[in-house]
Every structure is written in C-alpha cells, then in structure tokens.
C-alpha cells in the first residue's frame, strides 16, 4: 500500500511539472456577499480560498420501551470547510474539519479526529476529475449527500450501518451533465479500506469502489440530486438512479471504514442502488443498501468468549416530501433493516417511521427542521422494544 500511494504522490508531481501556468483572469482580491460564497484571490491569480462553516444544532427526547427517558441537546455538527485552487484553477483543494465531539470520536478516545476531508483535485478536462487524499467515498446517494442537505434531521437506520463513509486514496470522476438531455457520471475510487485517519496498523489490502449515475431526463437544476427536497421546484421531472459497488480487502473493522475492530480482517462486499425523482415541489427518494462478508464473526485468540462480527444485512429506505410555494415542507419516511442469520442472535431486525416539518428560510444554509421518529426492534425470540423520539434542529451555514 505504501509503494502504491507513494507512486500516486509522484504521478500527481509529474502531472503538475508537465502542465503549463495559466494565469486566469485577474478577479478582486477579496470578495463578500457574492456567489463566490467569501474569500479572497490572490493579486496575480495563483491561489484562490473560499470559506464557508456550518453549525447544526438539535434538542429533543426520546424514550426506550421499558426504560426511562431522556433529553437531548448537543451541537451535532460544528464544520470549517476551505476550498479553492493553487496555481492554476485546474489544481483544486477541499478541506473540512470537524469540531463537535461526535465529529472528533475516534477507536481509542484519545487522539482528536478532526479531518474530514483534506483532498486535492485536477481537473484534465472539462468533464475529467483526479481527487487525491481523503473524501467521501461514491457510495449510497443519501451518504455522499451533506448531512446539511436533508429533508430529516439526521440519515436513515440504515445509512449508520451500511454506508462506506470516508477513507484515503484515489478518486475519480468523469461526468456529463445538460439539464435537457440524457446526462450520465461515472466514479470509482481505489482506497485504503479503514476510514478516515486511520494510522493504527499497517495494511496490506485496499477498497475498490465504483458508481454509476444516470439522469435519464437531464441532469436536475442546480445539481438537484446533491440535496433533499425540491428547493428548485423543477419545471419538468427530473429522475436519478445510480448503483455502487465497493469491496473492501482485509478490513480491520465491523462496517468497513466505520465501527469497532475486528479481531480478524476480513473481506467486506458492498451494494447500493439509489433512485430519486423531483417536480415542482416534491420529491420521492428509494435506496437499497446491502454488506455481504463470508465469514462474518471475528473471535477473540485470547478470549474466545469475546466475539466481533461485521454488520451483514440489507435495509431499504423510502421517503416522499413536498415544499409548499412558503417554503414551508412535510416529509414522511420508512425504514427497514434485516440483518443475516449469523448476527441475527446478538442484533435486531429494525422498522424505523419517521415524519418532518421543515421551514428553509435561506434553502438548506438557513432552515429549522423538526422531526418525530419511531423505531421497531425485533429480536430473533420474537419479542420486540419500541424507541420513539421528538426533535428539533436548526442549521445555519454558510
């Protein structure tokens, strides 16, 4: 994995040696309140920052079946994202901290996970993307959606289980989009397989990942499919379906790029299928979500008593919203989760409902959402507990 990463390292400094400077066209050295969000462009354009933030704050209360209930209060998301070009605008960067603790959790609880995405792109031509570092990988729709471009006021059941999240390596993009015609993109990803900021072992597999995305009726207004609810209210349908694709070679935890350690690594095999469609004001998404691993559970050498598995299963997500002319939106969503025979004894099937009312004052940057959610667990004994919560969110970014 080391030679690999360090003959990526190499490539990308013969690729920057081969290009020829390009000054672009002299802008402003700073700007504010304009579409280029704020930041500022060197003099002589050989370097370009945009700042942006985001704060996401939620309160609320949930209650267990049998158990006493509880309240909620946290700022659930605290981000600082910088972005621009070096250079020359075909030399771009994406960078994006994370400051709440939920953000900075990490397997020993002792070091600060604070990067999220520290990636740098070239651009080789109009359509072609070359992404170096660690991002998002192109997995299931709702994922590589911001968790600040939702219609709820968090990600599905499903989603925290089977997602493939972060990780580090090389990524690639080559997209063709017209809103008035058929529009396609295709991705794929060569990673390290254990998440973001992974430094504990040595590794000696890595994750293959690849995605397809098709707009049979042209490509949605404003990149529509990268955010919940219509905002845009589309003039004419516009439709999303992609499918993706990811193994991970000897992973070292229980969800891939996310979860506990494994005692042993093994092989992991992702599937997702993702559609969306949006027209004047509604929206209806549908995902299927599925992790396949041979040999699921890991025991421990020292301790056999003491077991790990990987979260096999497959789930599917449906929801439906509308965003009345105020901006005013209800959502409704359904949830279901089936975990394999082989971790059915320790893990729960799971039906999740959920209902939202949301107010997008400034679209997805400005918005107070509020959400009600009951979840049905079944155990493989045939009994089943009941978790419900009630929650409020505000967002605001920039």
């Not at 490539?11 to 402003?28: C, M, P, R, Y």
């Not at 471009?149 to 390596?169: P, V, W």
């Not at 439709?239 to 042993?264: C, D, H, I, P, Y």
């Not at 918005?367 to 045939?382: A, H, L, P, R």
Request: hydrophobic fraction near 35%; proline fraction near 2%; glycine fraction near 8%.
């Amino acid at each position: 994995m080391k030679k690999f990463l360090l003959s990526i390292m190499v490539l990308f400094s013969f690729v920057a040696l081969a290009q020829e400077g390009t000054i672009v066209k002299k802008t402003d050295p700073a700007y504010l309140m304009s579409k280029k969000k704020l930041g500022f462009t060197a003099a002589d354009s050989l370097f370009q920052v945009n700042i942006g933030f985001r704060i996401q704050s939620r309160a609320g209360f949930e209650k267990t079946e049998g158990e006493a209930g509880f309240y909620e209060g946290e700022v659930r998301r605290m981000r600082l994202k910088l972005d621009g070009f070096v250079y020359n605008p075909k030399f771009g960067y994406k960078i994006e901290l994370g400051f709440a603790a939920r953000d900075m959790v990490t397997l020993d609880n002792k070091n600060g996970n604070v990067i999220l995405d520290a990636v740098m792109f070239y651009h080789p031509a109009k359509n072609w993307t070359i992404a170096f570092g660690q991002t998002k990988l192109p997995g299931n729709n709702q994922r590589v959606i911001s968790s600040g471009s939702l219609e709820f006021t968090d990600r599905t059941i499903n989603n925290s289980k089977f997602n493939i999240d972060r990780d580090f390596g090389l990524f690639f993009d080559y997209s063709k989009s017209n809103e008035k015609q058929f529009s396609y993109s295709l991705k794929g990803a060569v990673t390290k397989g254990e998440g973001r900021n992974w430094v504990k072992t040595e590794d000696d597999g890595i994750a293959l990942t690849g995605k397809v995305e098709l707009f049979p009726l042209g490509a949605f207004t404003k990149h529509g499919s990268n955010f919940e609810a219509d905002l845009e209210r589309e003039k004419s349908v516009k439709w999303m379906v992609s499918g993706a694709f990811s193994q991970n070679n000897k992973a070292r935890r229980t969800q891939g790029q996310l979860g506990s350690e494994l005692f042993e690594a093994r092989t992991i095999k992702s599937l997702f299928f993702d559609t969306m469609l949006k027209y004047n004001g509604w929206t209806a998404i549908g995902a299927y979500m599925s992790t396949m691993c041979d040999d699921p559970i890991t025991v421990n050498p020292l301790d056999v008593t003491k077991t790990q598995s990987v979260f096999v299963g497959e789930g599917i997500d449906t929801q439906l919203s509308y965003v009345f002319p105020s901006n005013y939106q209800i959502a409704g969503r359904f949830s279901t989760q089936k975990v394999d025979s082989e971790i059915h004894a320790k893990v729960p099937n799971a039906d999740e409902y959920a209902v939202s009312l949301s107010k997008y004052i400034l679209g997805h940057k400005l918005k107070v959402q509020t959400e009600f959610s009951y979840k049905n667990d079944k155990y493989i004994s045939g009994n089943t507990n009941g978790t419900w919560y009630v929650r409020g969110q505000v967002e605001i970014g920039l």
